[in-house]
Every structure is written in C-alpha cells, then in structure tokens.
C-alpha cells in the first residue's frame, strides 16, 4: 500500500518531483564528467610514462632494486616468463639489461646508464624509433648505439663517431667495448636524455658477460584498472622474484598524481556540496508545503514510523528517476568524449608534445566510476533527507491541520 502510495505521490506534484530528480540528475552527471576526465587523463599520464621507461610491472631479482648490480639478474629463457606472457591481462612483455659504464668520447668522459633492447619489440612499445632525430634506429647489428641529444651534445659527437663503453660486467668481469653511434634520440626526460644509451639486447649481453640474464622483465597491462590484481597474481605465480608495480618504481610520479587527486576531489566535494544545498532545499520545501497533508494521515491513524516510510519510499522513486536521468543524459556525453577526446591547444599542447604525450584530455569509461558516483550521489540524498524526515517525525497535528508549520 506505501508503495503505491508513494508512486501517486510523486504525480500529484509533477513539477516537485521532476525538479528533486533533475537536482539529482545534475550533481550525477557533473561528477561523472568530472571524475571520467580526471581518471582518464591519470590513466594515459600513466601509461605513457610508462611507456617512455619502467613499464607498468616489472619482474627484477629481489636485491635488483637496492642494489643496482649486474650481479643481480634474472633468467632470459622463455621458460621463464611464460606464465606472465599467458596472462590474460598483460600486453607487453619486454626483457632489458639495464646498468651503468663510464661512457667516452674524445677527452671527454661521463657515467651513462645503457638499456639494452629488443629492437623490435622496444619499438612497438614504447615507440622510441619516432623519437629518433638524427641517423637511423637500431638494427640489431654488431657495435651500434642511440644517444639521448643532451649526452651527443655533451660528447660533441655525432652519427657516425665512436664512443667508449667501459664497466665491471657478470661476476667483477671487464666489460668494454667500442661502438658506432647508428642515432641521436630526443627523449622527453630532460635527466634520462643527458645519459641514455640503447643498444640492442644480445650486444648488452655481450658486453656485461651475462649470457641468457636480464636484469628485468618489462610488463604492460591491457587494463590498468586490473593491475592491482594482475600484480597480485604475478607475485604468486613468481614467488621468488621481485613483482613491482609503477607506483614502487616511480615514487615521485605516483605522488604527484596522489597530490593532484587529493585536489581533484576536494573540487568534487565542492561541486556535491553546492548541489547537496539545493537538494536539501528542495526535499526540505517538498515536507514543509505538504505538513497539512501528513497531519491528515496522521490524525486518520497512520503511525508516525511508517509516515517516515512513506517518505523514504518516495525519496527512493525520486532517486532511482534522478539516476536513470542523469545515466541517459552523461552515457551518450561520455562515450562521445571516449571516443572524441578533448584536444588542447597553445602552450599547454606544445608543452605535452615536448613531453612525448598526446595533447588530449580523454575520458575514461569503467563500471566502478559509475557504480560509485551512483552511491555517493544516494548517499547525498540520504543526508539531505535526514533534517526534512525528523520535520515530518516531529510534525504538530493541531499546527499541521491549521497549516503552521510548529513541531513539538
């Protein structure tokens, strides 16, 4: 009977009810373009940097990441990573060498980190081929290296010139060696680009006498939404190995975005507070104007408990219009601008392109934003309820029939 009751309710007052459910509407459609915006430009500020160096995963022998040392490595044989490559969330998987040597050219000498690469496979990931400005990508040939354009400079040297590699390799071996610059790379990290040198993975492997070792296995992942689970799995599948993700390897650009997420929700909070009181107001009115109406129902015989559900049933309704509303309205918006992203433009679009990222704002589409925003916005309407709600609990039948609006 409440039931019933409440949908007739609603249609009594058509313009209350659409107003309360388009004040809904608006606050779930605002926070969903708000958080799909945010979320979405996180998720390809992660990627790409990801992209550029450390990947999202990567699998490194438990004393790598302290110590740095060649010494330090892990099985290159497909063997190995078979389990990551048949994981059903990872996309990528690349194997390096990465260590130090005293680089040399001329009179001049300066400490340089050396990746050592799968041409190939480097390139269809990162993309480090179009990152070349001078001379050609790596071949995979004997005695050739890519310089960042900060270390060519320093050096003073260029395609064609010759340049000194000198180490401790596997095991206190020697490792020295001479190479041909084959390119000149820009790489958008300003401190990776004044001492990167690639070259191509057997040719590392030569030179730090590791034989079939990496130093680290590179993972990507198809959903970066999965990779707390993806993460966990692979620590299970690989249980002595060491299983970090990008926030472990990039602290710095983890914090940063933590920081940036912290403002970006207080601004959501705003925007649910500025809402919230015009919801509030709303649902407040709505009890008040309809005071001689419950005094009725009371003075009749209903209980004052299911008055509140009445209410609260009719709060329901106007909820579930408010969400199917705002749903339809942001869907359409959203998806529009998944597959449409924001461009950029000015100094803000040429700063990103120095950086090696795309001048767009995308949006990001997943289940969880919405199932959230969803929640919150009801847990908004909850709150809003609970003054107007204690209003109708507290209601004068005598004031209420002779429409006042005094409570006990």
Same mark, same amino acid.
């Given at each position: 009977?409440?039931?019933?009751?409440?949908?007739?309710?609603?249609?009594?007052?058509?313009?209350?009810?659409?107003?309360?459910?388009?004040?809904?509407?608006?606050?779930?459609?605002?926070?969903?373009?708000?958080?799909?915006?945010?979320?979405?430009?996180?998720?390809?500020?992660?990627?790409?940097?990801?992209?550029?160096?450390?990947?999202?995963?990567?699998?490194?022998?438990?004393?790598?990441?302290?110590?740095?040392?060649?010494?330090?490595?892990?099985?290159?044989?497909?063997?190995?990573?078979?389990?990551?490559?048949?994981?059903?969330?990872?996309?990528?998987?690349?194997?390096?060498?990465?260590?130090?040597?005293?680089?040399?050219?001329?009179?001049?000498?300066?400490?340089?980190?050396?990746?050592?690469?799968?041409?190939?496979?480097?390139?269809?990931?990162?993309?480090?081929?179009?990152?070349?400005?001078?001379?050609?990508?790596?071949?995979? #040939?004997?005695?050739?290296? @890519? *310089?960042?354009?900060? +270390?060519? %400079?320093?050096? $003073?040297?260029? &395609?064609?010139?010759?340049?000194?590699?000198?180490?401790?390799?596997?095991?206190?071996?020697?490792?020295?060696?001479?190479?041909?610059?084959?390119?000149?790379?820009?790489?958008?990290?300003?401190?990776?680009?004044?001492?990167?040198?690639?070259?191509?993975?057997?040719?590392?492997?030569?030179?730090?006498?590791?034989?079939?070792?990496?130093?680290?296995?590179?993972?990507?992942?198809?959903?970066?939404?999965?990779?707390?689970?993806?993460?966990?799995?692979?620590?299970?599948?690989?249980?002595?190995?060491?299983?970090?993700?990008?926030?472990?390897?990039?602290?710095?650009?983890?914090?940063?975005?933590?920081?940036?997420?912290?403002?970006?929700?207080?601004?959501?909070?705003?925007?649910?507070?500025?809402?919230?009181? #015009?919801?509030?107001?709303? @649902? *407040?009115?709505?009890? +008040?104007? %309809?005071?001689? $109406?419950?005094? &009725?129902?009371?003075?009749?015989?209903?209980?004052?408990?299911?008055?509140?559900?009445?209410?609260?049933?009719?709060?329901?309704?106007?909820?579930?219009?408010?969400?199917?509303?705002?749903?339809?309205?942001?869907?359409?918006?959203?998806?529009?601008?998944?597959?449409?992203?924001?461009?950029?433009?000015?100094?803000?679009?040429?700063?990103?392109?120095?950086?090696?990222?795309?001048?767009?704002?995308?949006?990001?589409?997943?289940?969880?934003?919405?199932?959230?925003?969803?929640?919150?916005?009801?847990?908004?309407?909850?709150?809003?309820?609970?003054?107007?709600?204690?209003?109708?609990?507290?209601?004068?039948?005598?004031?209420?029939?002779?429409?006042?609006?005094?409570?006990?």
């Amino acid at each position: 009977m409440l039931t019933k009751l409440a949908w007739r309710n609603l249609w009594r007052q058509k313009r209350r009810t659409l107003l309360t459910a388009s004040a809904l509407a608006l606050a779930l459609v605002l926070s969903l373009f708000v958080r799909s915006l945010q979320e979405g430009t996180y998720a390809s500020y992660i990627d790409n940097a990801a992209r550029f160096y450390s990947g999202l995963i990567q699998l490194q022998h438990p004393e790598f990441g302290d110590s740095q040392s060649i010494d330090d490595l892990m099985p290159g044989d497909e063997a190995f990573i078979a389990v990551a490559q048949n994981h059903p969330n990872i996309s990528n998987v690349l194997p390096r060498i990465e260590s130090f040597a005293l680089a040399a050219a001329g009179d001049k000498s300066k400490g340089a980190m050396v990746l050592g690469v799968e041409p190939q496979l480097e390139n269809q990931y990162s993309g480090i081929a179009d990152k070349v400005i001078d001379g050609r990508y790596l071949d995979g #040939g004997e005695n050739q290296v @890519l *310089l960042g354009e900060s +270390l060519a %400079r320093f050096f $003073e040297i260029e &395609v064609g010139d010759e340049i000194v590699l000198y180490g401790q390799g596997y095991r206190g071996q020697t490792a020295a060696g001479l190479y041909k610059v084959q390119g000149i790379l820009r790489f958008p990290m300003p401190q990776l680009d004044s001492m990167l040198i690639y070259m191509p993975l057997a040719q590392a492997q030569a030179l730090y006498s590791t034989e079939n070792q990496v130093t680290n296995w590179l993972l990507h992942t198809k959903d970066l939404t999965q990779l707390a689970q993806t993460h966990s799995e692979l620590q299970s599948a690989y249980p002595n190995t060491n299983v970090r993700d990008w926030q472990d390897l990039s602290p710095e650009m983890a914090q940063q975005i933590s920081l940036d997420k912290v403002t970006g929700v207080f601004m959501i909070y705003l925007l649910y507070g500025v809402v919230g009181f #015009g919801l509030f107001a709303t @649902l *407040l009115m709505m009890t +008040l104007e %309809r005071q001689r $109406e419950f005094s &009725v129902m009371l003075a009749t015989g209903m209980l004052r408990t299911r008055l509140l559900k009445l209410i609260g049933i009719e709060s329901l309704f106007i909820a579930g219009l408010g969400v199917l509303i705002g749903l339809a309205v942001a869907s359409p918006i959203l998806a529009y601008f998944y597959f449409n992203p924001i461009t950029m433009t000015g100094e803000n679009a040429e700063m990103m392109l120095e950086m090696g990222f795309k001048p767009v704002l995308p949006m990001q589409l997943s289940a969880d934003l919405f199932i959230n925003q969803v929640i919150i916005v009801l847990v908004l309407l909850a709150l809003c309820l609970i003054y107007p709600m204690w209003r109708a609990y507290r209601l004068n039948l005598v004031s209420g029939l002779k429409g006042g609006s005094d409570a006990n």
